[in-house]
């Protein structure tokens, strides 16, 4: 018996070989898996299911069955969550704005003195702006960075609670996905797409994605 037909509720089952393609699309499959596959199925092994006769809690979950559950629970809440994480990067970013983080950007800074027309008298040239822009986005990628570290010395020196009140590791945290979410909001199109893409991707990947940690 394959390990599919032992797992009645496995996103490879379901999906077919769809699954396994790199331009896998979830939206094509939402309605068939709602339609197939009871909530309990998929959130049991995650959050608990009390139905007295839920097979999921008859039986252990083994790690194969356990990301099948992961992934069915990413198909299925896939277009509430690419919209919810869309509009959290743009309010990010709106935030951001407001509090004057982008007033530096070149495009905005250098506008006036820019234009793509080859023919317009101008002092900075398309190739210019867009070295200038380039250097900017590492700037962002850095401040990133830099909230990383202060959650790594929050940790590392043992502070609870942050001068904001806040608990420190958990408030470092929440800044390095406000600053991502910031950048996208700037630069990525659809982050949220691509976020439950690249989820449902990582989970057909080897144990630790083939690297030793």
């Known amino acids: ?19 396994d393609d790199s331009g896998f699309d979830p939206a094509d499959f939402r309605e068939e898996v709602e339609t197939q596959i009871d909530v309990c199925t998929y959130r049991g092994a995650l959050d608990g299911c009390h139905a007295a006769d839920c097979p999921v809690h008859d039986r252990e979950v083994d790690e194969d069955e356990w990301k099948d559950r992961i992934a069915l629970r ?9 919209r919810a994480l869309n509009e959290l990067s743009m309010t990010c970013y709106h935030v951001s704005q407001a509090q004057g983080f982008w ?15 080859e023919h317009k ?11 200038l822009e380039l250097h900017y986005k590492a700037t ?20 609870d609670t942050s001068e904001h009140g806040f608990d420190a590791e958990a408030e470092e945290i929440a800044d390095i996905i406000i600053r991502c ?27 630790k994605h083939g690297k030793k940690f």
Not at 74 to 82: A, I, P
Not at 145 to 154: K, P
Not at 186 to 207: T, W
């Open 1 to 19: 018996m394959s390990s599919d037909d032992k797992n009645p509720f496995s996103i490879k089952s379901a999906f077919g070989t769809a699954f």
């Open 74 to 82: 990413v198909v299925t809440s896939g277009e509430q969550f690419e």
């Open 140 to 159: 962002k990628l850095a401040l990133i960075a830099s909230e990383t570290t202060e959650a790594l010395e929050a940790i590392r020196k043992g502070v």
């Open 181 to 207: 979410l910031d950048y996208s909001g700037r630069y990525i199109e659809n982050i949220g797409e691509i976020v439950q893409r690249k989820i449902l991707f990582n989970i057909q990947r080897k144990k």
């Open 103 to 117: 007033n530096d950007d070149p495009r905005v800074m250098l506008g006036d003195l820019y234009s793509p027309d």
């Open 121 to 131: 008298d101008r002092m900075i040239s398309p190739s210019e702006m867009d070295s």
